[in-house]
Every structure is written in C-alpha cells, then in structure tokens.
C-alpha cells in the first residue's frame, strides 16, 4: 500500500490557468504600448509658457461653486484622472461640480529663473480669476493634492479673490518631521547639502533626479510594486491599475531650479512657513489669514506624508470652519481609487450652495 507523501499539501497545486494569464499579462505589460491617461472630456480656457488651465465640465450642474484643482510641482495630475471609473475628475463632474486643473506643465532651462513667487503670484492667482470668471461664480473651492496642497495653502493666506473653501490633502505644512534618511534632513538643515550650488550649476532639477529622490525616500518599499505585479499578474483589473500606476510613477518633470531653491530652503531647510516668516513676492505669508472653510484629509498609510506635517494648519488657519479627517488609504491610492472623489463630495456638497 503506497503511503501519502510528506509533501503532499505542502507543495500547492499548480493551476495552469491562473498561470497561463499570469504571463500572457506580463507579457503585455513589457509588450503593448502604455495605456492612454485622461479621459475626462476637458477644455483649455487659458495658457501661460507651459502651463495650461483646464475646465471639465459638469454632467449635470448641481452647484453653483467650482472646484479648482492644485497639483504638486513634482508629478503631472494626470494621476487625478487616471481611468474610467477611478477618476476623481470624473466622479465629481458626474456628482455635478464644475471642475478647473492648472497643469503646471514641465519647465525647461529657459524657464530656471521661474520661482515660487511667480507661480502663486503671476500663474496660479491669474489662473483662479480666469475660473472664477468662466464659471461665473462669486466664490471658488481650491483643492490642493501634496505639494499643491501647500501651494494652495501659502496662496490662500494671500489671496484677494473670493476662496470660499479650502481642501487640502496628504498635505506637508510642518517639515520639521521628515521621511527619509536622517543624514538627509541633517545635511540640509546643517548646509551640508549645497541646494544653492546644485542649482547654479544646472539651472532645473532633472526628472531622473526627481524619480530618485523619490526612490531614495520609499526604498525599499518603492521596488516591491514589480513583486506585487508578478504575483497579481493573472487579475487583469489589477495589471491595468498597475501600469497606469507605473506610467505616472515613471513620468516626473523637471523641476524650476529657482522654485526648488525656494522649496529648499524656506520650507526643508528653515520650515518658515508655520513660523510665519515666509514671504511670497513682498507679502508675509501667515497661515492665520486664512478664513476660508477648511477640510484637511491624511492617509493613515501614507508613507510620504506624516499626519504631524498636515495637522498643524487645522490649529493655523482662522477658519470658522474646520474639519480633519483621516481615511484608510495611502499617499497615492487615496487619488488613484477615485476615493478622494467621494471624500471631497461628502464635506463640498453642503458649502458648494447646491442649485
């Protein structure tokens, strides 16, 4: 009589169909062109050097406030509407908002001198004016994603125009915490990272500069979506997820040497902006001006943006107004999902004055 071997049960059964679209998806993803990105109809209303502004229409319009939309420097916001039925763009125009996108574009080495007070002042103001006045509202909604959340930030503590609501999300505004090697932070704040020498040199921060700082400061956990991708190659949901994810992870843009300077220096560096001592053309950047109503929302997994570096504004800001939360959802799925959609809706929808 034949005995059960001691293996048996230990070694899974093979099955060859999960196999067989395990690699014939792989094989796609090395293979087939990358998948087209923005897909939500849009118009451009307005353009400035690189930078173009976006208005995508509402469905069906349910409000009569506007939602303006504010990306980091670093990344395009294409992330914002990255596939049919996981866009944010997409899910609010059919929740009835009309929305705007200042795409900042991708700076070239004409464009080094190009600073932070120039963006705020003379790119993101203009581009506010020009939706406030196309959508024919009284008042505006700015939404700000990371860096853009700061941007907006900083831009609501100055604005004239009237913001009626501020959203901010995975928003750094205290960098004194700091992910990401200890020498690094230590190096820029002690001077012995030379930003201002790099700059002069080069005049812009190249994307590969870009995509390894970012690399440096997730390792090693930046390296286990391909581990991820091997081991949930059979779900073809998950494999086109996957390669949109990996196009806008691989598609960073230079960065305007001057604004980096700037980035580098008053807010890594010296972290003035919840001192109050930043400055934005020859006005004083105080968080306490802001009035506007204020949604801050963190990722409980986000593995860029600490919940220390967000919540200081709730406590900054002047806001009558004031909600934080934080949802189960990491630095870039909390965009990726669609999920942010949803989010912005359930706090925007009762301030957006309803039509």
């Known amino acids: 009589m034949a005995e059960d071997s001691a293996l048996k049960g230990f070694i899974p059964t093979l099955d060859y169909d999960k196999e067989m679209k395990r690699w014939a998806n792989m094989f796609k993803v090395l293979s087939e062109p990358e998948p087209e990105i923005g897909h939500t109809p849009r118009n451009e209303i307005w353009r400035k050097n690189k930078s173009v502004l976006w208005h995508y229409p509402a469905k069906k319009k349910k409000y009569e406030i506007p939602l303006f939309f504010v990306y980091s420097l670093f990344n395009k916001p294409y992330i914002l509407d990255i596939a049919p039925k996981a866009s944010v763009i997409e899910g609010l125009t059919n929740m009835g908002y009309e929305v705007y996108l200042l795409d900042w574009g991708s700076p070239g080495y004409e464009d080094k001198k190009i600073g932070m007070d120039t963006y705020i002042e003379k790119y993101l103001r ?7 006045r196309h959508s024919g509202a009284k008042e505006i909604t700015v939404i700000g994603y990371c860096l853009g959340g700061t941007i907006a930030s900083i831009y609501a503590s100055i604005a004239e125009e009237p913001i009626r609501n501020l959203i901010v999300a995975t928003v750094p505004i205290d960098f004194q915490p700091f992910i990401g090697p200890d020498k ?13 020498r790099f700059i002069d040199t080069y005049g812009i921060i190249p994307p590969k500069l870009v995509e390894g700082m970012f690399r440096a400061i997730g390792a090693p956990i930046y390296f286990t979506n391909y581990t991820n991708l091997l081991h949930r190659a059979h779900d073809s949901k998950y494999v086109d997820k996957w390669r949109r994810m990996n ?7 230079p960065f305007a040497g001057e604004a980096y300077r700037q980035l580098a220096n008053d807010l890594f560096k010296e972290n003035k902006l919840v001192k109050g001592e930043m400055m934005v053309g020859n006005k004083k950047v105080d968080l306490k001006n802001i009035k506007a109503n204020l949604f801050v929302v963190s990722g409980s997994r986000d593995n860029l943006i600490l919940e220390d570096q967000s919540k200081p504004i709730m406590d900054l800001a002047s806001s009558k107004d004031k909600t934080y939360i934080t949802v189960e959802a990491g630095h870039v799925s909390l965009a990726l999902t669609g999920l942010f959609a949803k989010i912005v809706d359930q706090w925007a929808a009762s301030r957006s004055n309803p039509l």
């Open 126 to 132: 203009t581009a506010v004016k020009r939706a406030i």
């Open 184 to 196: 690094w932070a230590e190096g820029f704040r002690e001077g012995d990272i030379n930003i201002d």
């Open 247 to 253: 196009k806008w992870t691989l598609d960073q843009v």
